[in-house]
């Protein structure tokens, strides 16, 4: 059974940062491609960054520049580094992993930039 566990979000000033987890089991992140999603009230869930299994890593614009994506094997862990954090970085975000074609979610893990 994949499980996919976020966490690190929480309550931050602009100009902050935060560095989201997921944890994984029942897969393997390395070999899959992983990515972090986020949706804010009101709003369609967006794609934020993604990271394929030979290294590579995309960003969205919004966030390109401010926030890095990256993986411990070892941990079976994906972060998500987030810096310079803008009031519209706000909502909940998800980890996301595709094994086989089939796409996995995390709970996701709520963040609020604020002040």
């Known amino acids: 059974q994949v499980q996919l566990v976020e966490s690190g979000g929480g309550l931050v000033q602009p100009g902050g940062s935060l560095r989201l987890s997921c944890a994984a089991s029942g897969i393997i992140f390395a070999g899959n491609v992983v990515g972090w999603y986020r949706q804010a009230p009101g709003k369609q869930r967006e794609w934020v960054a993604s990271?394929?299994?030979?290294?590579?890593?995309n960003y969205a614009d919004s966030v390109k520049g401010r926030f890095t994506i990256s993986r411990d094997n070892a941990k079976n862990t994906v972060y998500l580094q987030m810096d310079s954090l803008k009031p519209e970085d706000t909502g909940v975000y998800y980890c996301n992993v595709i094994v086989g074609g089939d796409n996995y979610w995390g709970q996701g893990t709520q963040v609020t930039v604020s002040s």
């Open positions: 990271r394929t299994y030979f290294g590579g890593t």
